[in-house]
């Protein structure tokens, strides 16, 4: 396969690094239209051997690829779930499907998560704890218990932390995301 007109072979190094920085996207956008590890796993292992198997592929850029595979991952759940008889593909009113409609809400929360992720990773290491606690749900307190600070240097890091995200992300971008992704961390 080639990307951006850079040839990649499977059993090369290259593959196996898009392949770390790819799966567990593919593993977690399969698993939540699934609503199961198990499966979600073997849907996104699956979609690298289809990929493996088109050895010919041309993708533009690494995003390209990542989008060709969100396209087989998407194809192979609503396959799954039909085969479940789970999804009957009602229309919605924008004419997606309620499959399609999952499958691109999906694709947006995945999107935001590495955003997010992303952000988070940019801060000071203290500041990286600080928030991670906070959206694993830990209290002032316990975060304060959790690193042996007090609860005034929790509320210090943490303020400063929201702020550097802001200024990476914009004010209305962390509500959103601290209220919508509290439950995936």
């Known amino acids: 396969m080639k990307i951006a007109g850079k040839v990649i072979l499977y059993n090369s190094k290259e593959f196996n690094e898009i392949f770390d920085r790819l799966f567990v996207h593919m593993f977690m956008l399969a698993s939540r239209i699934l609503k199961n590890d198990e499966r ?14 088109k050895d010919t592929e041309d993708f533009e850029s690494e995003k390209a690829l990542q989008t060709y595979l969100y396209v087989l991952v998407k194809n192979a759940c609503i396959s799954e779930l039909r085969k479940d008889k789970k999804v009957q593909n009602s229309p919605l009113e924008d004419g997606l499907s309620v499959s399609q409609q999952a499958f691109l809400n999906e694709i947006l929360r995945e999107e935001t998560y590495k955003l997010l992720h992303k952000a988070i990773a940019g ?28 609860i005034n240097t929790v509320k210090t890091v943490k303020r400063r932390a929201y702020k550097n995200l802001r200024e990476l992300l914009g004010d209305q971008y962390i509500t959103i995301l601290f209220t919508n992704f509290i439950q995936f961390f």
């Open 123 to 150: 801060l000071s290491p203290k500041a990286e704890q600080v928030v991670r606690l906070t959206l694993e749900g830990y209290s002032n307190d316990d975060i304060a218990n959790e690193l042996g600070v007090t």
């Open 40 to 53: 979600g796993k073997d849907i996104a292992q699956e979609a690298f051997v289809k990929l493996f198997q």
